[in-house]
T-cell receptor, first 117, second 109 residues
Framework: EPEVTQTPSHQVTQMGQEVILRCVPI?????FYWYRQILGQKVEFLVS????????KSEIFDDQFSVERPDGSNFTLKIRSTKLEDSAMYFC???????????????FGPGTRLTVL | QKEVEQNSGPLSVPEGAIASLNCTYSDRGSQSFFWYRQYSGKSPELIMSIYSNGDKEDGRFTAQLNKASQYVSLLIRDSQPSDSATYLCAVINTDKLIFGTGTRLQVFP
């Protein structure tokens, strides 16, 4: 069964450093998302991406964040200058608008645990 | 601010019992509703989606939706210890998921 994959599973970085989190969405999906979950808190939306551009972003997704689809398979989240409060699990998700059952069901990857020291 | 509310639990049920998980949402215009299961340290795993008022059954799981009351529930029949996890209710708003805080379910043998 196709699945969303994410690398790395765990990333440790120093405050102020740049990190890039990588995702490979399900191959025929066209909508891509990033969410994050701070330990003990709810899953929060960061950004959605369709047709090579951001379709929506939350107020968390400030100028320090960017997303890119550099090729036909990868979808990346970059944090330019990490802060302590960026420590969280980051989940990538994708959905397929073309299925007959649902156009909005999102499937999640296993996540990247980001630790900022 | 569009909200999804859940009781954080824990909800403790004996093995074989029915577990009932509840969720309310604030946006009356919401059309798509989801239940995800999340084991500790893992990602959300889709259990069910529901779009119409009434019940939707899938194996041991039944989702119930009442749009007039802005209420979604998940019933788990014949609960197993492996069902012990946090259950997340989520609602679509534009194209993003709005999650509740989740209800922690504990199934004891």
């Amino acid at each position: 069964e196709p699945e969303v994959t994410q690398t790395p599973s765990h990333q440790v970085t120093q405050m102020g450093q740049e990190v890039i989190l990588r995702c490979v969405p399900i191959s025929n999906h066209l909508y891509f998302y990033w969410y994050r979950q701070i330990l003990g808190q709810k899953v929060e939306f960061l950004v959605s991406f369709y047709n090579n551009e951001i379709s929506e972003k939350s107020e968390i997704f400030d100028d320090q964040f960017s997303v890119e689809r550099p090729d036909g398979s990868n979808f990346t989240l970059k944090i330019r200058s990490t802060k302590l409060e960026d420590s969280a699990m980051y989940f990538c998700a994708s959905s397929d608008p073309g299925t007959s059952t649902s156009t909005d069901t999102q499937y999640f990857g296993p996540g990247t645990r980001l630790t900022v020291l | 601010q569009k909200e999804v509310e859940q009781n954080s639990g824990p909800l403790s049920v004996p093995e074989g019992a029915i577990a009932s998980l509840n969720c309310t949402y604030s946006d009356r215009g919401s059309q798509s509703f989801f239940w995800y299961r999340q084991y500790s340290g893992k990602s959300p795993e889709l259990i069910m989606s529901i779009y119409s008022n009434g019940d939707k059954e899938d194996g041991r799981f039944t989702a119930q939706l009442n749009k007039a009351s802005q209420y979604v529930s998940l019933l788990i029949r014949d609960s197993q210890p492996s069902d012990s996890a946090t259950y997340l209710c989520a609602v679509i708003n534009t194209d993003k998921l709005i999650f509740g805080t989740g209800t922690r379910l504990q199934v004891f043998p």
